[in-house]
């Protein structure tokens, strides 16, 4: 054989080697998914989003949620999990913002990448990046829409009832409250609180735990307080749908009453093509967590870390209003077009 053939061949080998060699360090990435909890459908459809993408790329996968909405511990185990396992980035919906942030250092010292999806951490640069939908802008959102439907003469003598999920604060749940506030015409104060607002058309705020058993009984005691509640907001579909029920029951189902919410899951989006919901706020799951599995393989590929959107602290994966009452001056699309791109 030529020298010119052995050193084609040599380069040939090489070539091949190399493209062995980037195939098995893609194969070596091994990307980490936790979630509140695994039942709920925003949660599945973000473990679907991320499952698809990393096959996608080719890297590994592993996927781990608490075992109830709260479950801080479960949680902090999966991230050492993670950790021992080699992982080069997690994902994280965070149950406790504050108490996993210790564990969350570890794991940025053991040099992986740590996204938070939808929930910021506290404080936000805890995560080196945040994927998420702009929650205030979400409520500001529906807040405008009940404001538009009514009129401003109306709903500046409306009584408004709010179902909140949780006590902690600030959270994702504080962000979403006071955006419909703004939205609405209420002088929110300081926008990381809640409560500190003294509106007199607040009825008042019920912790409904993000679930439906938890909006019923929010609004049960709500309409207690004053059953001349006309406007509601809801931290999500299930406490809207809670929410509704209570208000059939208390003969208050005739369109009298606005209920609105945050999230375009499947179910919710009926709601509003039912008239559950006159409007709510469609989020992406799916989006975030596969833009995160994209993030973190650049991430172990380059050392890259993504950077937030114009004018925000993290990566806003967008929102869109579903009403099948629109108002005139705010864009939305209808439930049928929502069923198309909803999740759950």
């Known amino acids: 054989m030529s020298k010119r053939s052995w050193l084609a061949c040599g380069a040939a080998i090489a070539t091949l080697c190399l493209g062995v060699s980037t195939a098995q360090a893609q194969d070596d990435i091994l990307v980490g998914l936790i979630t509140k909890t695994d039942t709920n459908p925003f949660f599945v459809k973000m473990r679907e989003g991320a499952s698809e993408k990393a096959k996608e790329l080719g890297v590994k996968f592993q996927a781990f949620a608490g075992k ?3 479950d801080n511990d479960t949680q902090v185990q999966a991230v050492e999990n993670l950790i021992a396992a080699g ?13 996993i942030v210790p ?3 570890k794991a940025r010292d053991a040099g992986l990448l740590v996204i938070a999806l939808d929930t910021p951490l506290e404080p936000m640069d805890a995560a080196q990046a945040t994927f998420a939908t702009d929650n205030f802008h979400a409520g500001e959102l529906i807040g405008e829409w009940a404001r538009r439907s009514m009129g401003d003469e109306a709903a500046s003598k409306a009584h408004v009832a709010f179902i909140d ?4 604060q600030p959270t994702v749940d504080v962000a979403r409250d006071q955006g419909f506030m703004k939205g609405f015409g209420i002088d929110i104060k300081d926008p990381a609180r809640r409560g500190d607002e003294d509106d007199a058309r607040i ?18 005691t709500l309409l207690q307080k004053n059953f001349d509640v006309n406007v509601v907001y809801t931290i999500n579909e299930p406490t809207a ?26 179910p919710g989006v009926k709601n509003v093509a039912d008239g559950v919901i006159g409007a709510t706020s469609m989020q ?3 989006l975030m967590a596969s833009l995160g599995v994209e993030a973190i393989v650049e991430h172990a590929k380059n050392g890259t870390v993504p950077a937030p959107s114009e004018g925000l602290t993290f990566t806003n994966t967008g929102v869109k209003l579903v009403t099948d009452k629109p108002v005139e001056g705010l864009e939305s699309i209808t439930s049928e077009e929502a069923l198309k791109i909803c999740w759950g």
């Open 68 to 70: 109830f909405d709260g």
């Open 87 to 99: 992982a080069k980035g997690i994902l994280i919906v965070a149950s406790d913002t504050k108490a």
């Open 103 to 105: 564990t969350i250092q």
């Open 165 to 168: 999920a949780h006590e902690s």
């Open 203 to 220: 009825v008042g705020h019920e912790m409904g735990e993000g679930s439906e058993v938890g909006g019923r009984n929010g609004m049960e």
């Open 241 to 266: 749908a809670g929410a509704w029920e209570a208000l059939k029951a208390a003969g208050k189902a005739d369109g009298s009453v606005l209920v609105t919410s945050v999230d375009g899951g499947c």
């Open 284 to 286: 992406f799951p799916l």
